[in-house]
């Protein structure tokens, strides 16, 4: 079945620091998302992160807080900067493969700022 | 709007026991449905989906649904709940148009009694 692997797992990160998110997928997919999910909260969409484009961002999220990159069909990245405490989430990767009606996630990076 | 509403927080039920996850949605058209578990420290597993036909739909795990329009819900049912059903359950609508956007209810917390 298709695989999303996304690194970091976890970090601690320090407060006005910026972390990178990384996404890989194993095979050919037509969607690529964003989603977060705060604390006791359930997932939000961030973006839809579109091949060689800028993404497309949800209402209440923005460029310059959360910069995506797509360069190509199965990677994607998110950035999350100058963070803050309130950031301190569950960030997942989602794909839509190839002939698939479904959303497949990724396991999540855990971020906790101090 | 579209919204998802899962109006139980925390769920507890004896193992072998049956248990039913409720949820609630507002949506303009017909619905795309679909039930996701997560695990402690694991990204989201796809449990089952509703396109059309049939209303009562099959997941893994023993899992099934049923699609009721009159009542705008998808409750999540298991005849004999096991300890490693343990875990955050979400229900999420959809749009398989070009978006592909899912939103998600706020999650149920299952937990098994020995």
């Known amino acids: 079945s298709a695989v999303i692997s996304q690194k970091p797992s976890r970090d601690i990160c320090q407060r006005g620091t910026s972390l990178t998110i990384q996404c890989q997928v194993d095979?050919?997919?037509?969607?690529m998302f964003w989603y977060r999910q705060q604390p006791g909260q359930s997932l939000t969409l961030i973006a839809t992160?579109?091949?060689?484009?800028?993404?497309?961002?949800e209402s209440g999220f923005v460029i310059d807080k959360f910069p995506i990159s797509r360069p190509n069909l199965t990677f994607s990245t998110l950035t999350v900067s100058n963070m803050s405490p309130e950031d301190s989430s569950i960030y997942l990767c989602?794909?839509?493969?190839?002939?698939?009606?479904?959303?497949?996630f990724g396991a999540g990076s855990r971020l906790t700022v101090l | 709007a579209q919204s998802v509403t899962q109006p139980d927080i925390h769920i507890t039920v004896s193992e072998g026991a049956s248990l039913e996850l409720r949820c609630n949605y507002s949506y303009g058209a017909t619905p795309y449905l679909f039930w996701y578990v997560q695990s402690p420290g694991q990204g989201l597993q796809l449990l089952l989906k509703?396109?059309?036909?049939?209303?009562l739909v099959q997941g893994i795990k023993g899992f099934e649904a049923e699609f009721k329009r009159s009542q705008s819900s998808f409750n999540l049912r298991k005849p004999s709940v096991h300890w490693s059903d343990a875990a955050e359950y979400f229900c999420a609508v959809g749009e398989l148009d070009s978006s592909y956007k899912l939103i998600f209810g706020s999650g149920t917390r299952l937990l098994v009694r020995p």
């Open positions: 992160a579109n091949q060689g484009s800028e993404a497309t961002y």
């Open positions: 989602s794909a839509r493969f190839s002939g698939a009606n479904v959303l497949t």
């Open positions: 095979s050919q997919v037509t969607m």
């Open positions: 509703y396109f059309s036909g049939d209303t």
